[in-house]
T-cell receptor, first 114, second 113 residues
Framework: EAGVAQSPRYKIIEKRQSVAFWCNPISGHATLYWYQQILGQGPKLLIQFQNNGVVDDSQLPKDRFSAERLKGVDSTLKIQPAKLEDSAVYLC????????????FGPGTRLTVT | DAKTTQPTSMDCAEGRAANLPCNHSTISGNEYVYWYRQIHSQGPQYIIHGLKNNETNEMASLIITEDRKSSTLILPHATLRDTAVYYCIVRSPPMDSSYKLIFGSGTRLLVRP
């Protein structure tokens, strides 16, 4: 079974530029999550989708971050404009259902903002 | 916010049992204890979870105290590949609106050869 795929794996941009990350969840998984992990900290949930609807985006900085999950499969997370403090690893995860006890994580995208 | 307290780091010898403690003194009666781990440069990986009873699977055992205020994750025969950050998470039941994973800083386990 293929795992959660993410691209790119690494990205370096200058502040005020924009960037987008892509995630392909495990086939058949209805729930998709985006997490931000700052160096030395645990992951923090940014947004959760159930199919193509948003379940929780309470921690998403909506003035600069946006996410979509068209057709309830792939998802993109965008930052525009980026700030230095956005430097982090962005992790995508999926689960079969919202109530599933196990989330499967992708390898993450490491973003460096200079 | 995270509701658990874990040691910042631990180490153990390869082949020996690794016992990782977690304090969750404010846990509610219907909240579960979850453990995930994160190997360097990878995403977190689910290990095990439990409510009241001790649990065991192919990866680890979870021992929860009778008052549920603390728990211990046991890796019975640690290998070098078990070197990782281990997260203990208290999680609401599935139908609760706050059912989400809230990660703390975890315990960095180093398995020595």
């Amino acid at each position: 079974e293929a795992g959660v795929a993410q691209s790119p794996r690494y990205k370096i941009i200058e502040k005020r530029q924009s960037v987008a990350f892509w995630c392909n969840p495990i086939s058949g998984h209805a729930t998709l999550y985006w997490y931000q992990q700052i160096l030395g900290q645990g992951p923090k949930l940014l947004i959760q989708f159930q199919n193509n609807g948003v379940v929780d985006d309470s921690q998403l900085p909506k003035d600069r971050f946006s996410a979509e999950r068209l057709k309830g499969v792939d998802s993109t997370l965008k930052i525009q404009p980026a700030k230095l403090e956005d430097s982090a690893v962005y992790l995508c995860a999926s689960s079969l259902l919202t109530a599933s006890y196990e989330q499967y994580f992708g390898p993450g995208t490491r973003l460096t903002v200079t | 916010d995270a509701k658990t307290t874990q040691p910042t780091s631990m180490d153990c010898a390869e082949g020996r049992a690794a016992n990782l403690p977690c304090n969750h003194s404010t846990i509610s009666g219907n909240e579960y204890v979850y453990w995930y781990r994160q190997i360097h440069s990878q995403g977190p990986q689910y290990i095990i979870h439990g409510l009241k009873n001790n649990e065991t699977n192919e990866m680890a055992s979870l021992i929860i105290t009778e008052d549920r205020k603390s728990s211990t994750l046991i890796l019975p025969h640690a290998t070098l590949r078990d070197t990782a950050v281990y997260y203990c998470i208290v999680r609401s039941p599935p139908m609760d609106s706050s059912y989400k994973l809230i990660f703390g800083s975890g315990t960095r386990l180093l398995v020595r050869p």
